[in-house]
């Protein structure tokens, strides 16, 4: 969508990205983040539990649980909101499931990823085995969160254009960092864990034109992936000290376009991960202003039935990937702008307050028969002024509707709700947990949950984040 990238790199990288990623993973001194940083690592944890919540018990988590579940072993970590503990890189798997399958994740622009359903579920079973405190987490996750990011912005667009999905590849950098720092493993064990890493990862994007499952777990397995390798690494084994700018490494690999610079500019001082969009649409960051763009034109008076056609600008990236439609299942209806628009057009008038799409919405009204025939009249095309604003932080949109009796309604969003220049704040950010964990674990459970949880910082044990059980 937006690249970092200037040039393309030599066939053999002057910078030891992977080394110098390890190193700051080793050093990342709390006190030293700056303070609006150390604010937002809380809030982003709440909202991935917020995110498993929902997906606890949908059909994908329910099968990655029952394929890997029955396992034990010296070390174990739990499901969260069971009593369950097993193995784990397979605790991670199925914790990184439920928090990623719903597309309602948090997002990077610039990096084209969701990098806490992947690093998160890693430093949760990390931190257990390890007895980690609760600053011990954030520092860890955080440092996690810069790695998948920087590399994701190095090898973005041409990543994700060449059929790869950043989540699964880049998040494994992340979570095996997070992980291995929680495992207080020195800066070579650090870099061995990004080694052992960066050969498990892995994820195709085939799932956009075809749709199927595989997204579902995408967060999961690279989870796992990352906790697999920390684990590995621990054990003494080792990965190459250059297996992201070597000349047959990651970046190479993954992208036709790798810019080394990119992953170490301003390391330590300059945080990307400020950059991280919430979401209030289960659905792609790049389509949020879409969305709010469409219900905005419903809002304010733009009846369904008065429609003729709706045109979407977009930035011209999302033509590949984000502008079918005619989805053939509900993840691929989350995946598709013109079918969230008309979503939001029919749903808009129905609902108090702000509209969030969730993904019951996609599964409920994926064959109704009047968003389907406004999908098939609603058309993406890349808009000029979209691309220019386009930045590493949001993807703007407008919305142009042409009625039936020849009239125009044209609605721009530069920064959609959840950016980070428009953010869901922290205390949305805990009322749309409490709305969602109440129903399933009691309106004490959760009141105490968040207590824990907002001063995660100030933890010794982290046993409280544990604690939430379904009813």
Known sequence: MTSTSTSTSTSTSPIPVTDRLAAFAAALDWDAVPAHVRAMMPVL??????????????PWTRAVAQVFGATTGSDSAGVLFSDKRIEPGRAAFINGTAAGGLDWDDSHVAAIIHPGVCIWPAA??????????????????????????????????????????????????????AS??????????????????????????????????????????????????????????????????????????????????????????RFPTEWTSLKPHATSVRMQAAIEGASMLAREGAPMDDIASIELGVHGAMMSKL?????????????????????????????????????????????????????????????????????????????????????????????????????????EVVQRFAAIATPLFGAGAVQSWLAGARNVEQLDSLAPLFALRAQ
Do not use: W
Not at 47 to 58: E, I, K, L, N, Q
Not at 197 to 202: G, L, M
Not at 355 to 377: C, E, G, K, N
């Open 180 to 269: 291995a720092r929680l495992f207080r493993l020195p800066q070579a064990g650090i870099r061995n864990a990004l080694g052992i890493a960066a050969t498990f990862a892995c994820g195709l994007s085939q799932f956009f034109v075809s749709g199927s499952d595989i997204k579902r777990f995408h967060a999961g397995k690279a989870a796992a992936n990352g906790m697999e390798a920390a684990l590995l690494a621990r054990a003494g084994l080792t990965g190459p000290h250059d297996a992201i700018e070597g000349s047959q490494g990651f970046g190479r690999a993954f992208s036709d376009r790798f810019d080394a610079a990119t992953t170490v500019k301003d390391l330590g001082t």
């Open 323 to 427: 502008a079918s439609p005619n989805p053939v299942d509900y993840q691929q209806a989350q995946l598709s702008t013109p079918f969230a628009a008309a979503m939001a057009i029919a749903l808009t008038p129905g609902r108090a307050g702000p509209l969030a799409l969730s993904v019951d919405d996609f599964a409920t009204y994926l064959d109704d028969p009047a968003i389907r025939d406004l999908s098939a009249r609603t058309r993406c095309a890349p808009d000029a002024e979209v691309e220019r604003l386009t930045t590493a932080e949001a993807v703007p949109a407008r919305v142009t509707l042409t009625m039936k009796d020849g009239r125009k309604l044209e609605k721009f969003v530069e920064h959609p709700k959840g950016s980070p220049k428009n953010p869901i704040n922290t205390d």
């Open 45 to 58: 944890m709440i909202d991935v539990f917020r995110a498993a919540a929902v997906g606890r018990d949908r």
């Open 124 to 177: 949760l079973a990390a931190a257990e085995i390890s007895g980690a405190s609760g600053r011990e987490l954030l520092t860890a996750v955080l440092a996690g969160y810069e790695v998948a990011i920087r590399v994701g912005m190095s090898i973005q667009p041409e990543h994700s254009l060449r059929g790869f999905q950043g989540t699964p590849t880049c998040g494994a950098l992340g979570a095996a960092v």
